[in-house]
T-cell receptor
Framework: AQKVTQAQTEISVVEKEDVTLDCVYETRDTTYYLFWYKQPPSGELVFLIRRNSFDEQNEISGRYSWNFQKSTSSFNFTITASQVVDSAVYFCALKAAGNKLTFGGGTRVLVKP | GAGVSQSPSNKVTEKGKDVELRCDPISGHTALYWYRQSLGQGLEFLIYFQGNSAPDKSGLPSDRFSAERTGGSVSTLTIQRTQQEDSAVYLC?????????????FGSGTRLTVV
C-alpha cells in the first residue's frame, strides 16, 4: 500500500519569509516518483516538481527547492522569500506500482503581506 | 486541446437525480484519471483509464458511480441517484502514457453540489 502524509495542515507566514512543507511517504516499491502540486484558490492543480527514487540530489529551481531523503522517506519542499501569490494548498504525491498518484492531505499556505 | 477541459464547471442537482460529468483530456494523452476532492480534503482516487479500458476502478465509492471513455479521448463520470455526500469537486487528469515518470495535467474540475 502507498501512503503520503503531510502533517502540517496550515502554515501562515509573512511575505519574504521562507516556508518548508513536510512530506513523508510509504511504499514497498523500489522504483517510484514523488511530486509536488500547487492548488491556488482558482482550484486547478499545477505541477511543480518531480523526483524519482534513484535520484536523491536536491535541487533549487528559482524560489523552490526540495530535500529528498530516502533514509527517512521524506520529500520536503521549500519556498524561499515567499510572496502573496504563493498562497495556495500544496500537495505532495507518490506514484509507484499501479500508475495512480496517491496524494497527501495537503498543506494550506497563507502568505500575508 | 491545449489543456484538460471539464464540463460543467459547476453543477447543482437535487438529491436523487443522476448527473454526468465530462472530461476532455489533452490530445494524445492515453491515460485518464478521475479524482474527487471533498471540501477541505485531499484528493481521492476514483478510476483510471488506459485507452478505453479501466484497469483500476478501485476508488469508485459505490455502484452508483460509473465511468466510461470512448475513442480513447472523452470520458464521462456518471453518478446515479445522487446523495448529499457526493457533493465535492471532481477533478480529471490526463498523462501521456502509463509511464510512472509522467505527471498528470489536471483540469479545473466540476464542483458538484447536491441539495
Amino acid at each position: 500500500a502507498q501512503k503520503v502524509t503531510q502533517a502540517q495542515t496550515e502554515i501562515s507566514v509573512v511575505e519574504k519569509e521562507d516556508v518548508t512543507l513536510d512530506c513523508v511517504y510509504e511504499t514497498r516499491d523500489t522504483t517510484y516518483y514523488l511530486f509536488w502540486y500547487k492548488q491556488p484558490p482558482s482550484g486547478e492543480l499545477v505541477f511543480l516538481i518531480r523526483r524519482n527514487s534513484f535520484d536523491e540530489q536536491n535541487e533549487i529551481s528559482g524560489r523552490y527547492s526540495w530535500n529528498f531523503q530516502k533514509s527517512t522517506s521524506s520529500f520536503n519542499f521549500t519556498i524561499t522569500a515567499s510572496q502573496v501569490v504563493d498562497s495556495a494548498v500544496y500537495f505532495c504525491a507518490l506514484k509507484a506500482a499501479g500508475n495512480k498518484l496517491t496524494f497527501g492531505g495537503g498543506t494550506r499556505v497563507l502568505v500575508k503581506p | 486541446g491545449a489543456g484538460v477541459s471539464q464540463s460543467p464547471s459547476n453543477k447543482v442537482t437535487e438529491k436523487g437525480k443522476d448527473v454526468e460529468l465530462r472530461c476532455d483530456p489533452i490530445s494524445g494523452h492515453t491515460a485518464l484519471y478521475w479524482y474527487r476532492q471533498s471540501l477541505g480534503q485531499g484528493l481521492e482516487f476514483l478510476i483510471y483509464f488506459q485507452g478505453n479500458s479501466a484497469p483500476d476502478k478501485s476508488g469508485l465509492p459505490s455502484d452508483r458511480f460509473s465511468a466510461e471513455r470512448t475513442g480513447g479521448s472523452v470520458s464521462t463520470l456518471t453518478i446515479q441517484r445522487t446523495q448529499q455526500e457526493d457533493s465535492a469537486v471532481y477533478l480529471c487528469a490526463s498523462s501521456l502514457t502509463r509511464d510512472r515518470a509522467n505527471g498528470y495535467t489536471f483540469g479545473s474540475g466540476t464542483r458538484l453540489t447536491v441539495v
